[in-house]
T-cell receptor, first 111, second 115 residues
């Protein structure tokens, strides 16, 4: 079945780059997403990438997709304390509309 | 747009009581999703609707859970009777399929505690 795996924790220092990794299993996934959840809040769409792309850049965020290995990563440049949150990877296959989410990576940024 | 609105934000109830969670999706969105978030299991899809019709309820854990969408602007998730293991944050999300990437907009969630 469909599954999305992420590492649970990442700790970085302010100003460093953060890289959050994700693997997925559905090779028919059309879109892949990164969501951010701050404490006490719902999930907020950060960025997404279409499956025929290798890379997408949006200001401090860079998404890399390796479709052969089913590997997705999110790089945050110049990480700030405000980036501390839980980051969720999600995939959407062709068969349905419901997104499948990973368990989330908690990013902790220390000053 | 006010976004997806969920109520209540927090709910504390005693085991055995009925609990009703409410959601108002973004106007014009044709999909509505209910998710449950716990530390152990992460985000679980419970059920989703398209144009007010339930499409997939395979994630609903037990018959104690039921969801309805009587119209395009309102949905409820009911737990009867509630149990301590139902304690979690319940999220509602909506989306518009016509948009190519069909990203979801989430509500702020309802934190349910069953004692």
């Amino acid at each position: 079945g469909e599954d999305v795996e992420q590492s649970l924790f990442l700790s970085v220092r302010e100003g460093d780059s953060s890289v959050i990794n994700c693997t997925y299993t559905d090779s028919s996934s059309t879109y892949l997403y990164w969501y951010k959840q701050e404490p006490g809040a719902g999930l907020q769409l950060l960025t997404y990438i279409f499956s025929n792309m290798d890379m997408k850049q949006d200001q401090r965020l860079t998404v890399l997709l390796n479709k052969k290995d089913k590997h997705l990563s999110l790089r945050i440049a110049d990480t700030q304390t405000g980036d501390s949150a839980i980051y969720f990877c999600a995939e959407r296959g062709q068969a349905g509309t419901a997104l499948i989410f990973g368990k989330g990576t908690t990013l902790s940024v220390s000053s | 747009d006010a976004g997806v609105i969920q109520s209540p934000r927090h709910e504390v109830t005693e085991m055995g009581q009925e609990v009703t969670l409410r959601c108002k999706p973004i106007s014009g969105h044709d999909y509505l999703f209910w998710y449950r978030q716990t530390m152990m299991r992460g985000l679980e899809l419970l059920i989703y609707f398209n144009n007010n019709v339930p499409i997939d309820d395979s994630g609903m854990p037990e018959d104690r859970f039921s969801a309805k969408m009587p119209n395009a602007s309102f949905s409820t998730l009911k737990i009867q009777p509630s149990e301590p293991r139902d304690s979690a944050v319940y999220f509602c999300a909506s989306s518009l399929r016509g948009r190519g990437f069909a990203g979801y907009t989430f509500g702020s969630g309802t934190r349910l505690t069953v004692v």
